[in-house]
């Protein structure tokens, strides 16, 4: 073969594009994208929105061009199970390797769930290159699907039981060196009784053979992960405790095989300093392992809310079938007690379901025919049949879980800081190690002492409570969210929301119940009350209006026997007309009494009064006499007063945007104890009254549940969507408040204040720590003391440190709702 036919591999990368629609459309992505440098070729496939791109362009490149034509480049999330990683500059080494991969556009790492959340364009083959990166980093990742969730806890079980058999194994091993060695210092007569039953050179080569098994036995996991951090030039923990653990055995086996190397006053071993800092470290990581499990309960708890199976019935036949079988429009019969598999709707039965495990409210809902079932909850004393709606992964409890584990891989803002510290932290505690050494060897007693100072001070310091102390608190508190009702879908909300002054909340359906009911009838003097609400419920009986709904459901939760009505004629602008048996009625406003002149006397003066607070007025005639006045309204919910009062307590201020008449919103809002109203906004217009709201500086939090709120929602500074409202709405949003009850934006509120407070104690524990113990180690004290710190007391304090982050993050699992459920 000549070398004019040789060619060197073509690299082809695939995108998924949104928004091509046409011929056209494939043909312009073609000529534009073949323009970028490095591109030969291009193919678009407008079937499966996908465009192969020849050559090595940048990914970034080509979604700005697309973005450019008016098409959109996929993005993917992608969420890697990590193992491997032990501190937070593990934690750096990992996004750094990922976030340089093209493609990539986020990469935030949690170590407290030893997972990745990498969001990036929809490049086939990037999973596997992200895995790769992973590796070559020094760490094992896997994708953390759906079905692979309950493989990853069993791997993370296994992995606590491994650790649990190296610490017993190094503890067994270590015992009798440090009893060998420190035992003399606390009872010399020991000391004596030892050296002269065994011999000095006996007793050191024991404990060597003891710590060298417990180093390169249960210890070699340090070196496995340490050393190649070293040769990379990114030292992690494992690096300081192979230093540290190392320069101790090392000393000792110098001290031991070849004592004349050294000075005759230095000669001395510190196996017990060796063994005893792999055994603490050890049982830190073991305590640590079970405390992060438990971080992760929120989930796990989730996830066991799924049933495995269910019972289909398919072409007559009923039996049970795995879960991952069922299909849309299966019929499927639920049992007293038992859990709901699948979203779906109710065709048969009459039963009260639990659904506190999804919305945090202990009160059982009524179900009947038609009514909507969600996975997860539980059905109470009589059985159901319901058409399945929403399988697998579209299920509200799948997309929660998602959500959850989203907000869980979060990094708040707050973390910045600390990442920033801890990218250089590591190399900079060797650079401290390497000035004490110098510094002991210079101005010290002499080289032992020198080589314990070192050893201390590479193992006082430690990073890990410093990567734990903000995902612990995040995990905690979201799961804790998710048992109150309250789903961050976004973990950075936590600190947005803890940061608000203001809260917003649109009318309908968020401050009130979003439909109109009945509240009062007042009939004319010797009309029966009864009489006249069922003369308006058969002229509204044919009638879909929402005000025509509040009259019939008035009438039918009063038992009343409604008769049916001809000659019904709708009058627009003015009500109905309509003939129930001998009676010609008319139902309307007080123009169409007025047009047909019908005398409203009292009844009008009240009626103006009940609409300026945002009351609906309908007289009601009969064969040209006036028999009632019935008012209708959209009801404030009953814990909406209670939730103001609430966040006023909190010190947060309130606001109502609403297209309401000024006078009819300042009513309302009065009556609500809201502080400020923007009146008769259009839908399109919420956004700029949050621009006005926010003048002065002020955070602003939005609360709606409607497809107009949606702008709103993502142009605030917070967007909490109502969960019993629309699909956009929730979306739009970076907090779900699963059921309608504004009780849950207070504790939402009260959530994230509670969170930010504990990673603001972690936070300072970790740093103080290291502040505070680094220049103990180095020998800060002995000048003025005498007094040192001892590597075995490092190690322990190290392992203190890094429990005490997550003891106190697992304090939020206790945090009792600012506002409970049943106010």
Do not use: N
């Given at each position: 073969m000549s070398p004019t036919q040789l060619t060197p591999p073509q690299t082809t990368q695939t995108l998924r594009v949104e928004g091509m629609t046409c011929a056209a459309c494939t043909g312009r992505v073609e000529r534009m994208l073949a323009r970028e440098e490095g591109v030969s070729g291009v193919r678009a496939n407008l079937m499966t929105g996908m465009v192969a791109v020849d050559g090595p362009a940048e990914p970034a490149k080509l979604a700005e061009r697309l973005t450019a034509l008016g098409f959109t480049a996929a993005?993917?999330?992608?969420?890697?199970?990590i193992t491997g990683m032990t501190c937070a500059s593990c934690v750096g080494r990992v996004e750094r390797m990922l976030q340089a991969l093209p493609g990539v556009t986020q990469a935030s790492v949690n170590l407290a769930d030893e997972t990745a959340l990498v969001r990036h364009y929809a490049l086939a083959g990037l999973p596997e290159r992200m895995i790769e990166a992973v590796r070559a980093a020094g760490y094992e990742a896997r994708i953390a699907t759906e079905t692979s969730r309950e493989d990853l806890a069993a791997h993370k079980e296994e992995a606590i039981h491994r650790l649990a058999r190296a610490v017993l194994l190094a503890a067994l091993l270590t015992l009798p060196v440090f009893v060998a060695e420190m035992g003399g210092h606390l009872y010399p007569p020991f000391h004596h009784w030892l050296h002269g039953l065994v011999g000095q050179q006996a007793l050191w080569l024991g404990q060597f053979v003891l710590t060298t098994l417990v180093l390169f036995g249960p210890g070699w996991r340090f070196f496995r992960a340490g050393v190649p951090a070293l040769l990379h030039g990114a030292p992690d923990m494992n690096s300081l405790v192979v230093m540290g653990a190392s320069a101790a055995w090392g000393y000792s086996t110098i001290a031991t095989f070849a004592p004349s190397l050294l000075p005759e006053a230095s000669r001395a071993v510190y196996f017990e300093a060796a063994a005893v800092i792999v055994t603490l470290i050890l049982l830190g990581r073991y305590l640590e392992a079970r405390a992060k499990g438990r971080t992760g309960a929120a989930i796990a708890k989730l996830v066991g809310l799924q049933p495995r199976t269910a019972r289909v019935e398919r072409d007559g036949v009923t039996e049970d079938r795995p879960i991952a079988e069922i299909r849309p429009g299966d019929l499927l019969h639920l049992r007293p007690g038992e859990r709901v598999a699948v979203d779906g709707t109710v065709v048969a039965g009459h039963s009260w379901l639990d659904e506190s495990m999804l919305t945090g409210e202990p009160v059982p809902v009524e179900k009947t025919e038609g009514a909507a079932l969600t996975a997860g909850t539980v059905n109470g004393q009589a059985a159901l049949s319901y058409r399945a709606e929403r399988v697998g992964a579209d299920t509200m409890l799948a997309r929660i879980i998602r959500m959850v584990e989203e907000a869980q891989g979060a990094k708040l803002p707050i973390q910045a800081a600390v990442d920033r510290v801890t990218r250089v932290f590591v190399p900079v505690v060797m650079g401290i190690a390497a000035l004490t050494f110098a510094a002991w060897m210079i101005w010290g007693p002499g080289l032992g002492e020198a080589v314990v100072a070192a050893v201390a001070v590479l193992i006082i310091a430690c990073p890990c409570a410093m990567g734990l102390a903000t995902p612990t608190s995040i995990m905690v508190g979201t799961g804790r969210g998710a048992e109150l009702g309250v789903l961050f879908r976004r973990g950075d909300a936590l600190q947005a929301l803890h940061e608000v002054d203001l809260v917003a909340f649109d009318k309908t359906g968020t401050l009130t119940e979003g439909r109109p009911d009945l509240v009062a009838i007042h009939t004319a003097p010797g009309v029966d009350e009864a009489e006249a609400l069922a003369l308006a419920a058969a002229a509204e009986s044919g009638s879909e209006h929402p005000i025509a709904g509040a009259i019939l459901r008035a009438a039918d939760a009063r038992g009343l026997s409604v008769s049916p009505a001809s000659g019904v004629a709708a009058i627009p602008g003015f009500g109905l007309q309509a003939q129930v048996g001998d009676r010609a009625l008319l139902?309307?406003?007080?123009?169409?009494?007025?047009?047909?002149?019908?005398?409203?006397g009292d009844l009008a003066t009240l009626a103006e009064t009940q609409a300026g607070q945002g009351q609906t007025p309908l007289f009601l005639a009969a064969d040209g006499g006036l028999l009632a006045l019935l008012l209708v309204a959209d009801r404030v919910k009953p814990t909406t007063r209670p939730a103001i009062d609430a966040l006023?307590?909190?010190?947060?201020?309130?606001?109502?945007?609403?297209?309401?008449?000024?006078?009819?919103?300042?009513?309302?809002?009065?009556?609500?104890?809201?502080?400020?109203?923007?009146?008769?906004?259009?839908?399109?217009g919420k956004v700029a009254a949050l621009e006005a709201l926010r003048q002065g500086g002020a955070k602003v939090a939005f609360v709606g549940d409607g497809i107009n709120d949606a702008p709103a929602l993502a142009a605030a500074d917070v967007g909490l969507a109502i969960g019993t409202g629309t699909d956009v709405a929730v979306e739009a949003a970076e907090v779900v408040l699963m059921s309608g009850d504004l009780r849950g934006v207070v504790n939402a509120l009260h959530l994230s204040r509670a969170v930010m407070r504990n990673i603001r104690q972690n936070l300072f524990w970790a740093f103080a720590y290291n502040t505070a113990l680094i220049p103990v180690a180095a020998g800060a004290l002995y000048p003025a003391f005498g007094l040192t710190l001892s590597p075995m007391l490092g190690a322990g304090a190290m392992a203190l440190s890094s429990l005490f982050v997550l003891t106190n993050a697992l304090r939020l699992k206790a945090l009792h709702p600012r506002m409970e459920a049943n106010l």
């Open positions: 993005e993917d999330v992608t969420r890697l199970a139902l309307g406003a007080a123009r169409l009494m007025a047009r047909e002149g019908i005398e409203t006023h307590a909190m010190g947060i201020g309130t606001a109502m945007i609403t297209g309401d008449a000024a006078p009819t919103a300042k009513a309302i809002a009065g009556a609500l104890g809201i502080d400020r109203v923007e009146a008769e906004i259009l839908p399109d």
